[in-house]
């Protein structure tokens, strides 16, 4: 759905809204004028945690502390750490030239779609601006919403990372920094997805960090020459390894 949006979207700027959270009322106008006012491609604020099943509102800078890191330099490593540490689109003001000429788009039925995109985002975008005021409630604890199954989440985040390397690659902007701390993330991906696996689940779990080892191993160029050795003696194990042990193999590489 969100991709037919970006396709409609005729205004200067996007903006997601989750039909469950809450947002200020002045929150496109604070955010609206930010962008005007610095010619910036992307605007973000801050915003609070509703827990659900006890009515409690936490600010994000209290659970999350990446929030507290403000605007990110040009460097591609940086504008991958300020997407990792931003991954909510719906808590941004967004230039729809960037992503239309950009052709960025969410990866089609996936969990956890939000985090290629803002890694692809964040690597085109121009000025990056941060409002520290507080504009959007996020509501948590609902134990029957998709974010609450966490295998299915945790398989989303995997296959995410994985789209996010290839289209990086694609594009020609998988510097040596950049890309070797794609792959990390996908070996970290692969042990939390382990974390969240169930009996019956390990088949579906391996076959997602086989195409992730696959992928690895057909880019190998891109990984800088210090952690390129121990990638390419994890790749090689995995070969010869059945699926349902991939995701073990993942927890000897940090």
Not at 49 to 57: A, E, I, M, S, Y
Not at 61 to 77: C, G, H, M, N
Not at 233 to 240: D, G, K, P, T, V
Request: charged share 25%.
């Amino acid at each position: 759905i969100r991709n037919l949006l970006l396709e409609k979207a005729s205004g200067e700027y996007i903006a997601f809204v989750d039909s469950d959270d809450i947002i200020a009322p002045d929150y496109l106008e604070v955010l609206y004028r930010e962008a005007v006012q610095s010619n910036a491609d992307i605007v973000r604020g801050l915003y609070y945690l509703l827990d659900t099943q006890t009515n409690k509102r936490q600010p994000c800078t209290e659970v999350y502390k990446e929030f507290l890191r403000k605007e990110p330099d040009a460097r591609p490593i940086s504008r991958l750490q300020a997407a990792l540490d931003d991954t909510q689109v719906w808590l941004k003001l967004i230039r729809t030239e960037v992503v239309r000429t950009n052709q960025i788009r969410f990866l089609p039925n996936s969990l956890a779609e939000d985090l290629s995109f803002e890694i692809l985002l964040y690597q085109y975008a121009d000025k990056i601006r941060f409002v520290p005021q507080y504009l959007y409630t996020y509501r948590v604890g609902n134990p029957l919403s998709i974010s609450a199954r966490k295998f299915l989440c945790a398989c989303g985040t995997l296959e995410n990372l994985i789209f996010a390397s290839q289209e990086l690659v694609r594009r020609q902007k998988a510097e040596s920094t950049l890309y070797t701390r794609m792959v990390v993330l996908i070996f970290h991906a692969m042990r939390r997805l382990r974390k969240f696996t169930s009996l019956d689940e390990k088949k579906q779990a391996g076959k997602l960090c086989r195409e992730g080892f696959l992928m690895i191993t057909q880019r190998l160029s891109y990984i800088s020459p210090i952690k390129r050795i121990q990638v390419y003696s994890i790749c090689c194990l995995a070969r010869l390894l059945p699926d349902q042990y991939l995701p073990y193999l993942a927890s000897c590489i940090r």
